[in-house]
């Protein structure tokens, strides 16, 4: 079974600060994604990594970097935590981008980050 | 229009009904759908996929692809109080780089 694991299941941060959320598979997928996720917008695509070193905007990338210096790690960054990125933060692995059965997208247990 | 359209209800059932879950979705490019279950304070996991029209079952869940009207649905019979949680559907083939497109998500409660 694929398993994606995120570093914190839960994170209290101060406005400001800078936040790193980690997120690691062990199955040898190409792609890698962060979304957040709240009530009434659904899930949302802040980045994501079709290769180490290479990584995409999603639909809300303001405010968010990522790295991706091995194939299995994912992190994410704020760089300056406001209070509007109180969220959920949910990472995601696919095997390769096919168009088929290799898009699914297995999910990490997710990150409720709190910016005080 | 959202390219993905989904009820987000909340739907609420009486233990031992059927329950019909919907998405319909405008990019006929699309061609590989999802459904997902997520329970509270948990990440999504996969239910079930399919990728071509006609219906797919596994145990009490049925899922089900009309490409021509562009309309999925997740079926649950004998629906159990276990199967309350946020249903969300999800669709590939339109995008690049394996991205897929969500719909918002049906919060079902099934009570006893």
């Known amino acids: 079974d694929v398993k994606v694991t995120q570093s914190s299941r839960y994170l209290v941060k101060r406005t400001g600060e800078k936040v790193f959320l980690e997120c690691v598979q062990d199955?040898?997928?190409?792609?890698m994604f962060w979304y957040r996720q709240d009530p009434g917008l659904g899930l949302r695509l802040i980045y994501f990594?079709?290769?180490?070193?290479?990584?995409e905007k999603g639909d809300i990338p303001e405010g968010y970097s990522v790295s991706r210096e091995k194939k299995e790690r994912f992190s994410l960054i704020l760089e300056s935590a406001s209070t509007n990125q109180t969220s959920m933060y949910l990472c995601?692995?696919?095997?390769?981008?096919?168009?088929?059965?290799?898009?699914?997208?297995?999910f990490g247990p997710g990150t409720r980050l709190t910016v005080l | 229009q959202k390219e993905v359209e989904q009820d987000p209800g909340p739907l609420s059932v009486p233990e031992g009904a059927i329950v019909s879950l919907n998405c319909t979705y405008s990019?006929?490019?699309?061609?590989?759908f999802m459904w997902y279950r997520q329970y509270s304070r948990k990440g999504p996991e996969l239910l079930m996929y399919t990728y071509s029209s006609g219906n797919k079952e596994d145990g009490r869940f049925t899922a089900q692809v009309d490409k021509s009207s562009k309309y999925i649905s997740l079926f649950i019979r004998d629906s159990q109080p276990s199967d309350s949680a946020t249903y969300l559907c999800?669709?590939?083939?339109?995008?690049?780089?394996?991205?897929?497109?969500f719909g918002q998500g049906t919060i079902l409660t099934v009570h006893p």
């Open positions: 990594s079709y290769d180490v070193k290479m990584k």
């Open positions: 199955m040898d997928h190409e792609n």
């Open positions: 990019n006929s490019a699309f061609q590989y």
């Open positions: 999800a669709i590939a083939g339109g995008t690049s780089y394996g991205k897929l497109t």
């Open positions: 995601a692995s696919s095997l390769e981008a096919l168009g088929g059965s290799t898009d699914t997208q297995y």
